[in-house]
């Protein structure tokens, strides 16, 4: 299994998108209301964003290969609560259906986690919707623990992790 993790640039956003509405399509059905879905899941829609985010450097996002084929994205900035004046943000990690259980997401969590100590960051937060309890076990598994705030998003209960890096 070859694993290979580089930083996204502007030709990926439609990369991004798939990957990013393909997860979403798996992991968020029945957790958010089928309407918001897709929505959300509408990949030129979803294209357009990368292409606004890309274009207007905002973040850090990576793209994960498995075996030659991009399989897991993620992207961190700043935290943008205002109660986390300096701490990261992971705002995302997506994978594909197919490559889930095989340790990209591991992967890739380690590139971040690298890569936001190298910024001078020493916690990171993220939210997670309330019922993905996989993603929540996985983060978990990461070191992340739940610190108590939860707040609406998507037409779910999301709850926020942080974790010292």
């Keep these: 299994m070859d694993i290979r993790i580089r930083r996204a640039v502007a030709q990926d956003a439609q990369t991004l998108a798939y990957i990013q509405t393909e997860s979403w399509k798996s992991a968020f059905k029945g957790i958010i209301p089928d309407d918001t879905l897709a929505s959300c899941t509408d990949l030129n829609r979803a294209q357009a964003m990368y292409e606004r985010t890309l274009n207007g450097q905002m973040g850090s996002g990576y793209i994960l290969f498995l075996d030659g084929k991009a399989q897991t994205i993620a992207w961190w900035n700043a935290a943008r609560d205002e109660d986390l004046p300096i701490w990261a943000e992971l705002i995302m990690i997506h994978s594909l259906p197919e490559g ?6 591991r992967r890739m969590l380690e590139k971040v986690f690298e890569d936001v100590r190298t910024a001078g960051y020493k916690n990171i937060a993220l939210w997670v ?3 993905n309890t996989s993603a929540r076990a996985f983060y978990e598994a990461m070191g992340f623990r739940p610190d108590g705030c939860t707040k609406l998003g998507f ?5 926020r992790y942080a974790r010292e890096l």
């Excluded at 037409?155 to 709850?159: D, I, N, P």
């Design 100 to 105: 889930r259980r095989k340790g990209c997401g």
């Design 129 to 131: 919707f309330t019922k």
């Design 155 to 159: 037409g779910a209960e999301e709850m």
